[in-house]
């Protein structure tokens, strides 16, 4: 049987995470989550670029 097979499975998961966590911290949950997330993509994006920066500049020295 798969976890989210039913709607109800999630409704289910949130509230043992609401009664676990309480209603004041899941806030600060989501933002640390998305703090993370953010830095996260931020990284990937940098490095992504020095890739480029690499290629084309190694590009240009091979056409010379």
Do not use: Y
């Amino acid at each position: 049987m798969r976890l989210f097979e039913h709607p109800m499975s999630i409704v289910i998961i949130l509230i043992v995470v609401l009664l676990l966590f309480g209603g004041k911290k899941i806030p600060e949950l989501m933002r640390g989550l998305g703090t993370g997330l953010k830095e996260f993509k931020d990284a990937t994006k940098s490095d992504d670029e020095k890739k480029k920066d690499s290629q084309s500049s190694s590009n240009s020295k091979d056409e010379n």
